[in-house]
């Protein structure tokens, strides 16, 4: 787990998506960035270093953020292997905006 302070970069739209267990529920995509990453420049892969997309699932699913607003996440990161390539998926077990 790593836990820290973020600011949301963009906030994906509510998807459905169904469980291992054949349960319905939602997940949504959150972009966020790490402190001390921006820079101004042109290159939108470079404007965000220190970004990172996440998922969250279920009841966390349903908050929406915006941009520019900071929060306190907790991320579990995890790797697994699909036809020869590896992927890492990055989960928000926690979330709380902190207030301005």
């Known amino acids: 787990m790593y836990k820290s302070i973020f600011r949301v970069v963009a906030c ?5 998506y169904t469980t291992g267990n054949g349960n ?12 001390g990453g921006y820079n101004a420049n ?17 009841n966390l699913a ?3 953020f915006y941009p520019n607003e900071l929060v306190v996440a907790s991320l579990r ?3 697994r292997e699909y036809q020869g390539s590896w ?9 709380t905006k902190l207030k301005p």
């Open 12 to 16: 994906g739209e509510p998807e459905p």
């Open 77 to 79: 990161f995890s790797a």
């Open 42 to 58: 042109d290159n939108q892969a470079q404007r965000i270093s220190n970004g990172l997309v996440c998922t969250l699932f279920g």
């Open 87 to 95: 992927y890492q998926d990055i989960t928000v077990t926690d979330i």
């Open 62 to 64: 349903k908050c929406t």
């Open 24 to 35: 319905q529920s939602e997940k949504r995509q959150l972009r966020l960035q790490e402190f």
